[in-house]
């Protein structure tokens, strides 16, 4: 829920600003020439301001702290500090920005590891420039976007968890519905949303997931526990 521009969580702690008008950012990566280029690409958007920016996980913490962030876009391979512990670490804070890694790794490891500590998007460094844009304001607007090199990569290891944190909760709904047998319409009206709400969901569910229809969608789900 939201309380003040923030969602709260269960235990009522803030997880990071709902962005009102500007997404405020602060860049995390320790080559300065990187930093530099994805300042002008962001300066340029009338919806993003950045607010800081650190070469170091340390640095990353005490700006996130100070100047809370609606969204960290976060590097792993900094000095000293890992990537997944500056990750982890945010997460803990009284005020959790929403995170999108951006990063060359594509290893599973790594990858599972960002979104089992809470990223919101893991973004490759050779994504392009609208790429990156859409994931950033997707991700700061409190979705979630995964590259689709790494959504295959993780579901190559059927893990449960990490399909539960690839979808959001209303997308778990959707699906349990539907492997009830629900036609959209039905799921519509249960959960008071237009049909067409309810196909834009199952396209998302479907890219996440891998799949092309609602039969593999359900099975994948059955497979990995996610629906009974």
């Given at each position: 829920?939201?309380?003040?521009?923030?969602?709260?969580?269960?235990?009522?702690?803030?997880?990071?600003?709902?962005?009102?008008?500007?997404?405020?950012?602060?860049?995390?990566?320790?080559?300065?020439?990187?930093?530099?280029?994805l300042?002008?690409?962001?300066?340029?958007?009338?919806?993003i301001?950045?607010?800081?920016?650190?070469?170091?996980?340390?640095?990353?913490?005490?700006?996130?702290?100070?100047?809370?962030?609606?969204?960290?876009?976060?590097?792993?391979?900094?000095?000293?500090?890992?990537?997944?512990?500056?990750?982890?670490?945010?997460q803990?804070?009284?005020?959790?920005?929403?995170?999108?890694?951006?990063?060359?790794?594509?290893?599973?490891?790594?990858?599972?590891?960002?979104?089992?500590?809470?990223?919101?998007?893991?973004?490759?460094?050779?994504?392009?420039?609208?790429?990156l844009?859409?994931?950033?304001r997707?991700?700061?607007?409190?979705?979630?976007?995964?590259?689709?090199?790494?959504?295959?990569?993780l579901?190559?290891?059927?893990?449960?968890e990490?399909l539960?944190?690839?979808?959001?909760?209303?997308?778990?709904d959707?699906?349990?519905?539907?492997?009830?047998?629900?036609?959209?319409?039905?799921?519509?009206?249960?959960?008071?949303?237009?049909?067409?709400?309810?196909?834009?969901?199952?396209?998302?569910?479907?890219?996440?997931?891998?799949?092309?229809?609602?039969?593999?969608?359900?099975?994948?789900?059955i497979?990995?526990?996610l629906?009974?």
């Open positions: 829920m939201k309380q003040g521009g923030h969602d709260m969580a269960p235990d009522g702690r803030q997880t990071g600003h709902v962005p009102t008008e500007r997404a405020r950012i602060v860049i995390v990566d320790d080559h300065a020439v990187v930093r530099e280029g300042e002008r690409i962001l300066a340029k958007c009338a919806d301001e950045v607010v800081g920016s650190a070469s170091s996980g340390e640095e990353a913490l005490n700006l996130a702290a100070a100047l809370e962030p609606d969204l960290v876009l976060l590097d792993l391979s900094l000095p000293g500090m890992h990537g997944l512990d500056v990750l982890a670490a945010l803990r804070g009284e005020h959790r920005p929403r995170v999108v890694v951006l990063t060359v790794h594509d290893d599973d490891d790594i990858v599972l590891g960002a979104v089992r500590g809470g990223a919101q998007g893991y973004v490759l460094k050779n994504a392009t420039r609208d790429e844009l859409a994931a950033v997707k991700v700061a607007a409190g979705g979630q976007a995964f590259d689709e090199v790494v959504v295959r990569a579901l190559r290891g059927d893990q449960r990490v539960r944190s690839l979808l959001t909760a209303r997308e778990l959707i699906l349990r519905l539907v492997a009830t047998g629900q036609t959209n319409k039905e799921i519509a009206a249960g959960l008071f949303i237009s049909s067409d709400t309810v196909k834009g969901h199952l396209e998302t569910i479907y890219r996440k997931l891998g799949v092309s229809d609602r039969a593999h969608a359900v099975a994948v789900a497979r990995n526990g629906v009974a």
